[in-house]
Each structure stands twice: as C-alpha cells, then as structure tokens.
C-alpha cells in the first residue's frame, strides 16, 4: 500500500463525510454532542470503505511530464496511442494562471490532450485561473476539488462530461458550459457560491447541485 493511495483514500472519505453531515444537520436538530458521535461513526465507516476501494482511487499511471508554454511542468499518462491525460502528481499544487496544451510531445511521439484525470488540480489553493484545450471531452471527478482561489475556467467547446464533485468547494467560479456538455455528475458544485451557466439540454445526476449555493443560469 503506497503513501500516495492511502493520502488520496483520506481524502475521499473526508469529502463522503462532509457530505452526510451537511445532510444529516440540514434535516435533523442535534446537539453538539450527538453531532460529534455521529461524525466519529461515520469516519470509522467510511474508512473501510475508502481503503477497501485503493486500487480504484486513480486508474491512470503517471507516465511523463512536459512543459507548457509558461515553463509549467505538467503530468500525463497514455490512455490510447495518440492520447494522453493530464493526471495528478502527488503533492504538486499549482498557483496563478495555467494553461493546458492541446498536444504535447514525448519521445519522438505526438499526444492530443482529451482528458482532465481523476484529481489532477485538487486541492491547488493558490490556482486563480485555468484554460483548457479544445479537445478536451472529460473532467474527471475531483479534478478541481478544493481550488478555493479558483475564479476563472476557460472550457473546452468538445466538453461532454464532467465528473463527480470535480469542482466541489471552488467557492469562487465562475463558469459557462458549453452546448457539448452531456452530463453532470454528483455533487459537482457542492459548497460552491459563484456563477454557473449550463446548457438546459444536460443530463444531471442525483446531487448534482447539492449543497451548491452558486446561482445557475440554464440557457
């Protein structure tokens, strides 16, 4: 069991705690005592459950990293033979502007970059802005978790899934899909509180907007 896994199974459940506990005192009049019990119960819970999923916690190796255009050193890994996506590097947090290439090259070969991976920005505190390529198709769950500066995305206009809570506690966003846009998964704005405009014609899952204290424009 890596360091890296087990970090990123921590994290996991603490989200999946805050969860239920936002349901749990939105629906029910406890004392602080109660309150306390209950969240003790519900790490020891999910803490089997977290460690138990391990293998799962990111499906992507990490296969080479490459600078952008600003000298920014970003990670990606193959996942087809003209295909890469960019992932997370434990520990890497980024800051102030970033901006994702369309192609990046790498041993002699060229990838077009159509993935944000599994929690590739997460928790970057200092991240303010970020644009994306345009062949970008999926932003997987957790990639801009916790990026609590994070004020501006620019969208890629092939976008068609965005993943479960990826842009969770990104209080400051705001943001305009576009017409590609297919699905929203769960818990994708949660405790988020700025501008989120979306096509009308997009499939929302359960909770998708749960939590989300964010104003949402449906064009």
């Not at 050193?73 to 087809?80: F, N, Q, V």
């Not at 092939?158 to 506690?169: C, D, M, Q, T, Y």
Request: hydrophobic share 40%; with cysteine.
């Amino acid at each position: 069991m890596s360091y890296c896994k087990l970090h990123e199974a921590f994290e996991l459940f603490l989200f999946r705690i805050e969860q239920i506990e936002a349901w749990l005192l939105s629906k029910l009049n406890i004392s602080r005592f109660t309150h306390s019990l209950i969240r003790f119960r519900l790490f020891v819970i999910f803490v089997g459950f977290s460690l138990s999923g391990l293998a799962q916690t990111n499906s992507y190796s990490l296969n080479f990293g490459h600078l952008n255009t600003d000298g920014v050193m970003l990670y990606y890994s193959k996942i087809s033979p003209t295909e890469v996506a960019l992932v997370r590097k434990t520990g890497k947090e980024y800051s102030g502007t970033i901006k994702v290439p369309g192609i990046v090259n790498y041993e002699g070969k060229t990838y077009f970059v159509t993935k944000i991976g599994e929690g590739a920005f997460r928790r970057s505190h200092s991240l303010k802005e970020v644009s994306l390529p345009d062949r970008i198709v999926e932003i997987e769950r957790y990639a801009f978790y916790g990026c609590d500066n994070l004020c501006v995305i620019t969208l890629s206009v092939s976008l068609k899934v965005i993943g479960e809570a990826s842009f969770a506690h990104c209080p400051l966003l705001k943001v305009t899909f576009p017409k590609s846009l297919e699905s929203i998964g769960s818990y994708a704005f949660s405790n988020s509180n700025g501008l989120i405009s979306i096509p009308s014609t997009t499939k929302r899952l359960p909770n998708w907007n749960k939590n989300c204290d964010a104003k949402i424009i449906y064009r």
